[in-house]
């Protein structure tokens, strides 16, 4: 394996860490941020960690203009015995380069990419929270930074790592949400950027998700945009439905996310041999089930909230209520066993987790030092 | 009229301006920049002009992450007698808010909007070139700017205006550009964002224009994507066709941009009585009135070039050769006619015009006058 250079700065002043009960996702930040640059001519380059620090740019970067953004979300567990372990990061940079691609934005090293995550933990491992349910969320992205209004892909682009402690999804175990289905606005649909984690898909949900809240349902449940009619996903999660003893969940088709979560539940299911599809699923279908009293459980899917078992799907003025509202025993399943892998409760038959090493002491004054981690 | 109170801080630095030949689109700006905040908690606030500068944003502000952002185009063109003339300004921002309702941003005061522009070119129209067919753009735009990893709509935002000094489209009078049929990607579909301005629509078309550019043609030509038959624009482009002396353009039908200049052409051609159609077009129709010799012109209009006739249409591997690749007569009078409107040579029986009235000196030194415009 080849091994980077990466220039780290330590911060001087460190900030206050959040208290557990006050973990709020994604709004503290730890002290320290990955960067790494790309122009045209010398390809990405200058590979550093720094203090967490504001961006300064042109306000004529292609980022503020066309949306040529990709982003991709993980966490790291701290375990019983102080491991830090990931799950599935290659995966999640595997899918940042195929995002990248749809946005004709330049692949990134992902090797490189992993490496300096890891190495990135390891200077705010700190910060990785220690209470039950806790996590440190990881958010790499990529922003288009050149000064340039025409149309075109940008020539220069920033790669950055930043982190977040995050407390539990949920507050008392395992709680199910209420969804609505949408049938005004799209999602995606084949052919456009729905396979992709770019930034515009998510500013495009938001219409359907503050109406959908104004009804009081949690999220959406899309529909595809051409038939109207197959479910295709939620909000920031895949979904799954159990009728009449099968799993199903709507096929990878060229419009969905391919979530690892739902990648790593199929797998799961398939080892347990429980009965699972991936196939077109219809609204009607659902409906149909529900009403032959087939329909015992839905759930979502997605690295925020692992498992969102479904209590309620609203469609067309109708209420349907799934396993009496309650946590189905598939959905608690998948999620003690999913998390319990990720934190390293469980054995991990499937080489999922990985670990980040914990290394030597870092001097908490400004350095310039050039650090390689294995 | 409500006066806003803008407040101005003059550049003391000024920067040297492009010689006219060497003008290149999006790529130099003028010495100042408008910039307006919004907070939940006070609404838009602190309106401003300042010398132009980067902004400065946490990393992990919505706009690098959920692409809400908006943005409108639009020119200022000097006449022959020295005056500013914008053209028809109010329908750009009027569009910017239509697009800021679909992306949950607030809406931005109109009126506001465009005093704040007016001051903006009065302090800057030195930058305004002189050559003909050159012309001021002007780039409005809002960005989201809370720093949050949530997905929700942002509670802080900017509204930026910048201007950059552009040349002529054409260097030497209208030419007819190349454009082909995308059959693999989409750009929008009813119930997404194609009728808004919103960056992620312009990231999602890259790869497509990216693929033609490869194949020797300028732009694409998108068909809708449900069907993936009828026509729906060109790049940044409406598109009209004339078969057998009618001219006929897309419908506004939820998924294309409702072009300013598309909206002015339909008023001039029904103006002049040319008899013109919006309705459903499919390929298969246009192919057959290409067969049938009846396709006798093709032109794309927007802001930038105003009217590019197209010489060449590629679909499924064949061309055909649209009036000899020449630019056809209603084409050309279009282009003379509103570029002659737009730069003050022409009469405008419509009131499209706004000027941009002169005031006096703006004191080069740093200062921090209020400064009401009428
Ligand atoms: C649109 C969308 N679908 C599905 C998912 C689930 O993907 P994953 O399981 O990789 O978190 C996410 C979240 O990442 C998402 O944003
Ligand atoms: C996608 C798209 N369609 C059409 C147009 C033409 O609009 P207008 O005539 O207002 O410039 C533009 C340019 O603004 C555009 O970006």
Known sequence: MTTYNINVTLSTAKKEKPQAEKLQFGKTFTDHMFILDYSVDIGWHDARIIPYQNISLDPASA??????????????????????????PDQNFKRFNQSN?????????????????????????????????TSLYIRPFIISTESYLGVAPSTHYQFIIILSPVGSYYKEGLSPIKISVENEFVRAVAGGTGTAKTGGNYASSLKAQQQSGEKGYSQVLWLDGVERKYIEEVGSMNIFFK?????????INGSILEGITR????????YWGVPVTERRISIDEIKQAYVDGKLEEAFG??????????????WNNEKMTINNGQTGEVSQKLYDTLTGIQTGALEDPFGWVVEVPSIKYFSPIESQDMIEIP
């Open 301 to 314: 899917t997605g690295t925020a909230a692992v498992i969102a078992p479904v209590g309620e799907l609203f």
């Open 263 to 270: 990648k790593s539940i199929l797998q799961l299911l398939r």
């Open 101 to 133: 691609d749809r946005l004709c934005i330049p692949h990134i090293d992902e090797d490189l990419a992993l490496q300096a995550l890891k190495q990135l933990i390891q200077v705010d491992r700190e910060w990785i929270p220690k209470a039950a349910d």
């Open 63 to 88: 980022i503020f203009h066309y949306g040529q953004s990709v982003f991709e979300g993980l966490k790291a567990y701290l375990t019983k015995k102080e491991q830090v372990l990931l799950f599935r």
């Open 243 to 251: 009728i009449d003893g099968e799993v199903v969940t709507p096929m």
